[in-house]
């Protein structure tokens, strides 16, 4: 969250009448020709590909995307401006919304008389999922084939862009989405809060979980966390779950599969240790009641040691902070290997009725290969391929890196677990929520999501 992004978690709940007003003004600033292409997508095998995008014509083409913050933006700019030097008759209409705004309006604009030709659809069921099923996806195979872009991404990261036709299997199937970044979740920490309190950097899980205890006992606050919006807290969750459930258990739950279960005594574990975090102060008062920009932000003035969260806040806590953060993929326990959250940032997938949909594919290709990983890696991002090729630009890119070249070499990178199911963002979130806030116990708490994972799977087959 994906992420978002992100990371790439569900949106938040908003009020309806306020939606709707961005909703409308919105489809008002974001019109395009697509219209005219009203009716279903036809299928893969039936289009025929052009790549000789000059000979089209003048073109506007109407890019969705979330890469508000610093970096991320700088990297659109740079590689829309950079694309239309290449084709001059192409002119990129960018609409730029943060991840929470994109998730609200996205699925009313994709259905509505007028889309965008390109957008970015978080990976999960209950978008990208939702949006192949209902035809307003294209699949991406024909200019797979013509563009190389099976050999450009690996099976590890083209899993989480993959879909059956019909939006009920994640993972495997056609390509619907290319992305431009990798992310992990990890440990952010504040070289110089560690230094003050006379903490080492912790190598395993149990001296990650020795310096909460020390920093507590110090009179620092050890981890921030703002869940407000629910989602961040799902990262948490996984972090820990990471450290105690097998591998496969918590890819079959995230991915939607059948043959595994909520309510297994590591699960259990996870939730527990939740609950006894909250128990002991490891977390900042009201993790509720603020937002996630709020915590971030009050880490990078030094007002806790720790923050659990993606890759996605590099460029902001870089800015923030300087040389005073640091990045870590979460520490093993000891005998396992290191695993962590993560996957893809948002991928930017073709409309249905996208009114130039070579156009749309010959950008997507511009913004995901070789040199476009370049131009990530200068402005503070996570490159998804060709990581090993970088020089990273300073310290924390570093970190990133290395953290992301061990997990997906070295251990394991597992899935969002709110891909699990259309409805398990929101799910979970408000279970972890009342987990967090003393309202659910461990059991409650995955006792709830087991009921909402078990439904789906009996329904997708």
């Known amino acids: 969250m994906a992420g978002p992004p992100v990371p790439a978690s569900a949106a938040r709940a908003r009020a309806f009448g306020g939606v709707l ?3 409308l003004a919105l489809l008002v600033a974001a019109c395009t020709p697509g219209s005219q292409n009203a009716g279903q997508a036809p299928a893969a095998g039936d289009r025929a590909v052009r790549t000789d995008i000059a000979a089209l014509g003048p073109i506007t083409l109407t890019v969705w995307d979330q890469e508000v913050r610093g970096g991320q933006n700088e990297q659109m700019e740079r590689l829309n401006a950079a ?11 960018r609409v ?4 929470d705004d994109l998730a609200t309006t996205l699925r009313l604009a994709i259905s509505g008389n007028e889309v965008p030709d390109v957008v970015q659809a978080n990976n999960s069921r209950a978008e990208m999922g939702a949006f192949v099923g209902a035809n307003q996806l294209l699949s991406l195979e024909p200019w797979a084939k013509a563009y190389g872009w099976h050999q450009r991404y690996p099976a590890s990261v083209k899993q989480y862009v993959s879909y059956s036709p019909d939006g009920k299997q994640f993972g495997q199937g056609n390509l619907y989405g290319l992305p ?5 979740v990890g440990i952010y920490y504040n070289q110089a809060e560690l230094d003050r309190l006379r903490i080492a950097v912790p190598r395993t899980w149990d001296d990650f979980e020795a310096a909460l205890a020390s920093a507590k006992a110090a009179g620092a606050t050890p981890v921030t966390l703002g869940n407000l919006e629910k989602w961040p807290a799902l990262h948490v969750f996984g972090t820990v779950q990471d450290q105690l459930a097998p591998a496969g258990q918590v890819s079959t739950l995230a991915f939607g599969r059948s043959g595994a279960s909520w309510t297994t005594p590591e699960n259990l574990q996870a939730a527990q240790k939740i609950a006894d975090w909250v128990r002991a102060g490891y977390f900042n008062a009201g993790v509720n009641g603020i937002d996630n920009d709020q915590a971030w932000q009050a880490f990078s003035k030094g007002q806790s040691v720790f923050l659990i969260g993606g890759s996605w806040y590099a460029p902001d806590l870089r800015a923030a902070m ?8 979460p520490p093993p326990r000891a005998g396992r290997p290191v695993s962590a959250t993560g996957g893809t940032g948002l991928p930017f997938a073709i409309t249905g009725r996208a009114a130039q949909p070579d156009a749309a594919a010959a950008y997507l290709d511009f913004i995901t290969n070789t040199d476009a990983m370049k131009v990530l890696t200068a402005t503070g991002n996570l490159p998804v391929v060709d990581t090993a090729n970088q020089q990273p630009p300073d310290r924390l890119s ?3 890196f290395s953290a992301f070249a061990s997990v ?3 251990g394991t990178l597992l899935p969002y677990l709110d891909y699990a199911t259309p409805t398990m963002s929101d799910t979970m979130g408000a279970a972890l929520q009342d987990l967090l806030g003393g309202a659910k116990t461990p059991e409650q708490f995955l006792s709830t999501v087991q009921a909402d994972y078990a439904a789906f799977v009996a329904k997708n087959g």
């Open 408 to 410: 997906t070499g070295q």
């Open 180 to 184: 431009q970044v990798g992310e992990v």
């Open 83 to 93: 694309f239309q030097q290449r084709y001059p008759n192409v002119t990129v209409k």
């Open 21 to 23: 007003a961005v909703v």
């Open 398 to 400: 570093g970190d990133l």
């Open 322 to 329: 300087g040389d005073k953060v640091h990045f870590m993929a």
């Open 96 to 99: 730029s919304r943060s991840f």
